[in-house]
């Protein structure tokens, strides 16, 4: 076989197993040490350790850590490699030539910082990192490829760094900030209006929304109205404004003229309480707000303020709710000018081409005197539903019944409040015309509910209010409910107080005491256990049975007493009667 005919260049060692014994090689150690050849490799290995004693030492890296990762504890070094690096085909370890005695650069260990800051710059400049980090084939840190490529080269693989999203902070509606403004008290407000714009603006809202002048000093109120008369977009925000009275520091009986400027700018007021109607809107025509509440405070007024204030209303198609809830009759009426509208009243000489047909078309509720409801329901042709009619003026001084009545077809709930200078026949008069007109027999719709309020002192102020109600309540038919609003109670009603548990039995009742005021009947007992179970009962349960007979619609009464100033006052407040209706079989 061919490779047993080849002889080593070197001799076999003596202790080699296959070491041949002819007689041409020598036999002892001490022959092969005096070679030729073995003498000049150790005489060469003894000058290279000799040299390296004088020499300073430098640790040449071994092969096992050139290939080691680097420590966790590192400062950032990271591998960095071209393109061109990457495509180059590996180099076997196995094929690498012998190293050199050369002291050369540790390998791994990547390249300085400052070369690392401006490949990076430039990678992201030219926005290619990303496809290049997506072609980097497998093993591309590897030793063998980093030692064998050039050291600086432009195209640099680098990762884009991660760039966090900011998470932008979502802006909420203003309804939904205006809802949350609603529940923080008025004091801290100001502070809230810090947080951002939108809580700023629902701050802003809120504190000019309603203005009531009321709940101001006298200093602040001064600028309040400096502000609303000089800035117009804070004014607009003002729906809502009440002014009882004008300022103190206004001298005249005119307000001042920031007071008008700032009304002239709330062109979106929508409910209006003012002091005084003449000293405003009638020097005021330009106004570009539109209301739907209106409250007049004035108590007293002229007939050529009356013309002037329903040409006037003529200009706010919107109101719905008009309210005088001061004013009396006026001191120069005169039986001329209620006979003249008592002609306009005339449903037959009405004419719906009048200069006053459109006059408050969408008015519902109103507040007002007799002659103020003669003055205005006179030139409407649409019927209103909530009337509260203040009556000052009795059948001896010119009051006609049926000419205020005449134009209130319609009505659905009505309020008759009589001053105490009404008289009781006057009432009564009253009341029996209301009734003969106002029961929807000219096809309108027939009074549902009626409140009457007396203010008489007298003791039988509460059974006189009773007699009267009795002798006139078969007219109102279609009534449903009637609420009867007196002072004091009736003294002549009997009070049936129930006892506690803890008292005897056996204790004899008391003697009925005589009669006598209703506030001291009211006060005797003051300290009576005194619960609801006796209301509907005694004169008020009577007259009740009696009204439902003779009104059988009649379903709902209601007694009540305005002055309640003991417990047993309030205890009597609100005496309740509701018959039972029988149910209709469907």
């Not at 809830?325 to 719906?352: G, R």
């Not at 009740?544 to 047993?568: G, H, N």
């Amino acid at each position: 076989m061919p490779f047993l005919s080849r002889r080593s260049v070197d001799p076999l060692t003596p202790t080699s197993p296959f070491r041949p014994r002819n007689k041409g090689y020598p036999q002892k150690p001490s022959d092969l040490q005096q070679t030729p050849r073995n003498r000049a490799r150790s005489e060469a290995s003894l000058l290279r350790r000799v040299s390296t004693l004088f020499t300073a030492r430098r640790r040449i890296p071994s092969k096992t850590s050139s290939f080691s990762k680097p420590k966790a504890s590192s400062p950032g070094i990271e591998y960095k490699c071209s393109r061109h690096w990457s495509m180059l085909p590996r180099v076997s370890s196995d094929t690498t030539p012998q190293s050199s005695l050369e002291i050369r650069r540790p390998s791994g260990l990547g390249r300085r910082a400052s070369i690392l800051e401006s490949d990076d710059s430039l990678a992201d400049s030219e926005g290619g990192g990303e496809q290049e980090a997506r072609m980097l084939p497998t093993g591309f840190a590897s030793l063998p490829n980093l030692l064998s490529g050039a050291f600086h080269s432009p195209g640099v693989v680098t990762y884009p760094p991660l760039k966090r999203s900011r998470m932008h902070s979502t802006a909420l509606p203003d309804s939904i900030l205006r809802v949350v403004v609603d529940f923080i008290s008025r004091n801290d407000l100001t502070v809230v209006a810090l947080v951002s714009r939108g809580f700023c603006t629902a701050v802003r809202h809120a504190l000019y929304h309603s203005l009531d002048v009321q709940t101001f000093a006298e200093s602040s109120l001064r600028r309040l109205y400096d502000v609303l008369a000089h800035r117009e977009e804070l004014a607009a925000l003002v729906v809502s404004f009440y002014c009882h009275s004008w300022p103190s520091w206004d001298l005249s009986s005119n307000p001042s003229d920031d007071v008008r400027q700032a009304l002239q700018n709330m062109y979106n007021l929508k409910s209006l309480t003012i002091a005084s109607f003449a000293s405003i809107l009638s020097y005021t025509p330009s106004l570009t707000f539109s209301l739907t509440h209106l409250t007049i405070l004035d108590k007293k007024i002229t007939q050529s303020q009356l013309v002037v204030m329903r040409s006037w209303l003529a200009t706010q198609p919107s109101l719905e709710s008009l309210s005088f809830p001061h004013l009396v009759e006026c001191t120069s009426a005169d039986p001329a000018f209620i006979d003249e509208w008592a002609l306009v009243a005339d449903p037959s000489q009405a004419n719906d081409d009048g200069p006053f047909s459109t006059i408050l078309p969408g008015l519902k509720s109103l507040r007002a005197s007799t002659e103020i409801v003669l003055t205005l329901c006179t030139a409407m042709h649409n019927p209103i539903k909530h009337l509260t009619l203040d009556v000052h003026g009795t059948l001896y001084k010119g009051l006609r019944p049926s000419v205020v009545l005449r134009s209130l077809g319609g009505v659905r709930d009505m309020h008759i409040i009589f001053a105490p200078e009404v008289d009781k026949r006057t009432v009564e008069k009253f009341l029996g015309v209301t009734g003969s007109m106002l029961t929807g027999e000219d096809k309108t719709e027939a009074m549902k509910s009626l409140e009457v309020e007396v203010s008489w002192t007298d003791d039988d102020a509460a059974e006189t209010l009773y007699g009267i109600v009795t002798s006139i309540i078969s007219r109102f038919r279609g009534l449903e409910t009637l609420k009867l609003t007196s002072p004091f109670r009736s003294i002549q009603a009997p009070v049936l107080v129930s006892r506690p548990v803890s008292q005897p039995l056996l204790c004899p009742p008391s003697p009925p005491s005589p009669p006598r005021m209703a506030s001291e009947h009211a006060a005797t007992l003051r300290d009576s256990w005194v619960q609801k179970e006796f209301v509907a009962c005694g004169t008020e349960k009577n007259y009740a049975r009696t009204w439902t007979k003779q009104c059988p619609s009649l379903s709902d009464i209601q007694f009540d007493f305005s002055c309640s100033t003991t417990d047993v006052d309030v205890e009597l407040c609100g005496v309740w009667y509701r018959r039972k209706m029988p149910m209709s079989l469907s």
